[in-house]
């Protein structure tokens, strides 16, 4: 409670003058002011608080749409990982097809050489084979083996490079059996002693047989 500053008497809040000594009692001018700024604080509180809450809206929803943002780029990220893991199943999965279906092909080839080989061998040794056709029939036989060890690596190599190479390595032992097989067919036999079968007509046979190229044979249709 406030005192009278003339006499010291205890001074009720809103009394202008001294009961006691009848004197005024000075009302500070801040006293008057104060409602009004008082007033003017909470105005300019609500308004900063209102500008506060409103900011602090502002970033969080900012920050929500970021953070949805970020999340939607995320999702799309892992998507797109999920595509191409995928793609790449596919692709591999097409890539062993493609390889078993070649193999199965270069399998069909060689089976083919090897019975073009088996029998240009009986046609023209007749059981009785020449020492050159003996080491012939030899050479054949290791381009065969050699022919169906390099198919089976191509089925198993995954690298393109290595396969490539391996490619090439068939299709030179390829050309090598080709030519053993038809030089096989064109070489004379071993002559016959007892001389009940030597029959003149191998020698053109051979000789037709090993002048034309082994894919354009037909003797089926030739025959009739
Ligand atoms: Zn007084």
Same mark, same amino acid.
């Given at each position: 409670?406030?005192?009278?500053?003339?006499?010291g008497?205890? $001074?009720? #809040? &809103?009394?202008?003058?001294?009961? @006691?000594?009848?004197?005024? /009692?000075?009302? *500070?001018? %801040?006293? +008057? =002011?104060?409602?009004?700024?008082?007033?003017?604080? $909470?105005? #300019? &509180?609500?308004?900063?608080?209102? @500008?506060?809450?409103?900011? /602090?809206?502002a *970033?969080? %929803?900012? +920050? =929500?749409?970021?953070?949805?943002?970020?999340?939607?780029?995320?999702?799309?990220?892992?998507?797109?990982?999920?595509?191409?893991?995928?793609q790449?199943?596919?692709?591999?999965?097409?890539?062993?097809?493609?390889?078993?279906?070649?193999?199965?092909?270069?399998?069909?080839e060689?089976?083919?050489?090897?019975?073009?080989?088996?029998?240009?061998?009986?046609?023209?040794?007749?059981?009785?084979?020449?020492?050159?056709?003996?080491?012939?029939?030899?050479?054949?036989?290791?381009?065969?083996?050699?022919?169906?060890?390099?198919?089976?690596?191509?089925?198993?190599?995954?690298?393109?490079?290595?396969?490539?190479?391996?490619?090439?390595?068939?299709?030179?032992?390829?050309?090598?059996?080709?030519?053993?097989?038809?030089?096989?067919?064109?070489?004379?036999?071993?002559?016959?002693?007892?001389?009940?079968e030597?029959?003149?007509?191998?020698?053109?046979?051979?000789?037709?047989?090993?002048?034309?190229?082994?894919?354009?044979?037909?003797?089926?249709?030739?025959?009739?």
């Amino acid at each position: 409670m406030r005192k009278c500053p003339h006499c010291g008497e205890p $001074v009720e #809040a &809103g009394q202008e003058t001294c009961f @006691a000594c009848g004197q005024p /009692v000075r009302v *500070r001018k %801040r006293r +008057a =002011r104060s409602p009004v700024n008082a007033l003017l604080l $909470v105005v #300019a &509180g609500a308004i900063i608080g209102l @500008a506060l809450t409103s900011l /602090v809206v502002a *970033r969080t %929803r900012a +920050a =929500r749409k970021h953070a949805a943002e970020i999340k939607k780029r995320e999702l799309a990220r892992v998507q797109d990982s999920v595509r191409q893991a995928n793609q790449a199943r596919e692709d591999s999965v097409r890539s062993i097809a493609n390889t078993a279906q070649e193999v199965g092909e270069l399998n069909s080839e060689i089976n083919r050489e090897e019975q073009r080989f088996k029998t240009t061998y009986e046609g023209a040794t007749k059981g009785r084979p020449s020492p050159e056709q003996v080491r012939l029939a030899g050479v054949a036989q290791d381009e065969i083996v050699r022919l169906r060890q390099l198919v089976r690596a191509l089925g198993a190599t995954v690298r393109e490079s290595e396969r490539r190479q391996i490619r090439a390595d068939i299709k030179a032992a390829q050309g090598r059996l080709s030519e053993v097989i038809s030089e096989l067919g064109s070489v004379p036999r071993q002559k016959s002693r007892a001389g009940g079968e030597g029959k003149p007509e191998l020698k053109p046979k051979d000789k037709e047989s090993s002048g034309k190229p082994p894919s354009g044979r037909r003797p089926h249709q030739k025959d009739r």
